[in-house]
């Protein structure tokens, strides 16, 4: 597509992260539309790709409404591809997006958290020049208590020659990212997206079945007052990653303390803090010494939308969207959220990094 600014709905108040009144109903297909409509050369794939997108969350939100009546909490038996037990709504959901996108002649390949190699086009299908990224169910260990989850999606343009998407195409920075999103299935269900202008969120009416437009051009205050960490694993930090820790709760008294907020969902602890202010970080530890978030289907898609917020997401020494990936289900440390907070991070553990190294390697 990609989208330029949103001069068609410039009546539209404009105030960041303010909700919109019954006055300004944009459903989302029509702010897609009217997008879509300022760039003459878009081919409206993805666009399709959106919608498809946004059929999907309304169709996964209604699992995850019903799920403790219709008996889908819990896990299968299955472990997936990262050793976790699959929990039944994960692979629901999974097959819910994989059949909404196939045969829509616009992707060229799809991988998921639940799936270890590429999913394929069927054969029957034609192929786009899109590839699709995701993770169906994120937090699901979440979903027997109730607690909000979501889906996080990412989309890359194909780069390879052949008719089928390859691996080539999946292992992009995210700096490549053509579009990203996530939905959140909370108190209410809501849809983030950016097409590289701007952030936008959308929230499900659910007396009417449409996303409507509730958050345009989202700003997320350049410092927070909340940190997400699971400080659970102090223990397993090294001594830098604790400095920090201690740094943004106020024990070196070189700032005001943050307050904690670990919901232990990505996505909702994601978007309280764009919506809000603050930092998310799950660094690395001795257990997990690459960090245990996803870089390509987790982390990128949401660096992506928090820069296009005027935030920030780095891995600790390097931007997440510049991370060049080497496998489809790598995982990275992330710190990701306002920008002045992630700074603190970044400097601080660069300076560590340079420390460090060996005097001849400086
Ligand atoms: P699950 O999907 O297994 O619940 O994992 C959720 C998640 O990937 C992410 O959504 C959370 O932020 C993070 O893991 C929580 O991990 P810890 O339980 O180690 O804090």
Redesign the pocket.
Known sequence: MPHAGSRALASLPRKPNVKHTATSVVTIERFIIEQEKLHPEATGELSGILYDMALAAKMIANKVRSAGLADLLGATEDMNVQG?IQ?KL?VIANDIIVKAVDHSGRLCAMASEEEPGIIPIPENFRCGKYCLLFDP??????IDVNVP??TIFSVVRKITRGARGEMEDMLQPGRRQVAAGYVIYGSSTMLVYTTGQGAHAFTLDPSIGEFLLSHQDIRIPSSGRYLSV?D??ERLWDDKVRMLVRRYRGLHGERRAMSVR??????A?FHRNLLGGGL?A?PSNAKTPRG???LLY?ANPLAFIVEQAGGAATDGLNRILDIQPDDLHQRTPLYIGSKNDVEIANTMLTEVAKEERPVAAR
């Open positions: 976790e929990q994960d169910l994120d937090g699901s260990s979440n989850v979501g699971n659970s694993y670990y919901v232990g969902s990505l996505v602890d998310f799950y245990k978030l996803r987790e």
